[in-house]
C-alpha cells in the first residue's frame, strides 16, 4: 500500500476566504477548503485533511499489530474479540480508501 501523496506534515494556512492545506515547507498546496459552510466547519473540515498523512501512518502501525491481535482471537473465547475485529475493519477500510 505505497501511496505517492505528497509527505507529511501538512498544514494550515488562513486565506481571505477560504483555508489552504499545504506541505510544511510551503512548497506543495494540497487543498484549497473554500469558505461555503461557515468559518468553523471549513476550519475542521482543513484540519481533517491536514491530519490525514499523520491518520495514515497511525492506521497502518494499528495494522501491523492485527497479525498479532488475530492469533489471540483465534485462541481466546473473550467475548471482546469481535469488537477488535470490527475496529481493525474499519481501520483497513480507511487505509485502502487513502490509498486506492
Do not use: C
Not at 13 to 23: G, L, Q
Not at 26 to 42: F, H, K
Amino acid at each position: 500500500m505505497k501511496t505517492q501523496h505528497t509527505p507529511g506534515e501538512w498544514v494550515i494556512v488562513k486565506e481571505k476566504n477560504n483555508f489552504d492545506v499545504e506541505s510544511i515547507d510551503g512548497e506543495t498546496l494540497i487543498a484549497i477548503i473554500v469558505n461555503q459552510a461557515g468559518e468553523n466547519v471549513t476550519q475542521d473540515n482543513a484540519k481533517l485533511i491536514a491530519a490525514a498523512p499523520e491518520m495514515l501512518e497511525a492506521l497502518n502501525s494499528l495494522m501491523e499489530y492485527k497479525r498479532i491481535i488475530d492469533q489471540w482471537m483465534a485462541s481466546s473465547r473473550d467475548s471482546q474479540a469481535g469488537k477488535f475485529e470490527s475496529i481493525f475493519n474499519k481501520a483497513e477500510a480507511a487505509i485502502k480508501k487513502a490509498t486506492e
